[in-house]
């Protein structure tokens, strides 16, 4: 098979380009995960999406291919996912932060992720001197649990396509997709962000187009934890209806709490250590969402 067809209606340009059905779009994704295209037409898919923009429709079409080929993490109980795939660059990491403090309130939680870029300090790295390794093969999670989960464990496909932007530069789907796909099997509730306000929108529209059970924010540097220099909007979905559960305020805060200076994983890990022993105090705004999260996992 081939998917030129899809590359000829998708690669018109940004006002020629036509989209895609929500089948058309799982058949396009699920033959570039199972392996049956050329590198070239997936790079013509890439840049044509780039250049296009996906619709919540085509996204909704993309997670359908990726959740029949993903090798699914059992939980006994409800699991709360955390996609981490920006790293720090700025800030540190405190996505593992966020897990822990679930985990100790009973919740099963599962971070996921890959470095997609080789300068940032990443979640796996943190979460290892955390006592927290990465999975090597899928498993059941108890309650209060936290896992780590290597993307390619996940999807060796999906994996490889994150990788295409290392050779062409840009991003493609697979680096929002990942942020809204749920490797779960059972009752699970994805933690998704977002780096720009445009695609809040499209992101919340395709949680509705799924169904989907999500926690939606703009995060720290774009991973799934709450900035803790402000207090973002969240927006909660429960079967893909969307309620508003903090209005969030523009701005920086008026009072910021001391971050470490270095953000490398071993500060970050010992300032996380020190969060949860209560020598160092917890950023109010993550306070806030390990709240609301809780209160949306009592609803699944």
Not at 99 to 119: C, D, I, K, Q
Not at 261 to 280: N, W
């Amino acid at each position: 098979m081939s998917i030129s067809h899809y590359i000829k209606e998708i690669g018109r340009g940004k006002d020629g380009a036509r989209h895609l059905s929500r089948e058309q779009a799982a058949d396009l994704l699920g033959q570039i995960l199972d392996g049956t295209t050329g590198d070239l037409e997936i790079g013509a898919f890439c840049l044509a999406m780039r250049i296009k923009g996906e619709t919540p429709q085509e996204m909704a079409g993309f997670l359908d291919a990726i959740h029949q080929r993903l090798n699914l993490v059992h939980a006994s109980g409800p699991t709360v996912v955390l996609p981490s795939y920006n790293g720090a660059r700025k800030l540190p990491v405190l996505t593992p932060l966020l897990a822990l403090l679930l985990a100790r309130e009973g919740v099963s939680v599962l971070v996921h992720g890959t470095p997609t870029e080789s300068s940032r300090v990443v979640s796996s790295d943190v979460l290892a001197l955390l006592g927290v390794p990465a999975l090597t093969a899928v498993k059941t999670l108890a309650p209060g649990e936290v896992a780590f989960a290597p993307t390619e464990l996940l999807s060796p496909a999906l994996k490889r396509l994150l990788d295409v932007r290392r050779v062409v530069g840009l991003r493609n789907p697979a680096h929002s997709l990942v942020k809204l796909m749920n490797p779960v099997a059972g009752k699970a509730l994805v933690i998704s962000s977002y780096t720009h306000p445009e695609y809040a929108i499209s992101m919340a529209a395709t949680f509705g187009q799924i169904q989907g059970n999500a926690m939606l924010l703009r995060g720290t540097e774009g991973e799934s934890v709450a900035d803790p220099r402000r207090s973002p909007q969240l927006q909660g979905f429960i079967n893909g209806q969307c309620v508003l559960q903090h209005e969030g305020v523009k701005g920086t805060l008026p009072s910021v709490p001391d971050l470490p200076k270095d953000i490398d994983a071993a500060s970050t890990a010992t300032f996380i250590q020190s969060v949860l022993a209560g020598a160092s105090p917890l950023p109010p705004s993550i306070a806030q969402q390990v709240e609301h999260i809780l209160r949306l996992v009592k609803q699944l």
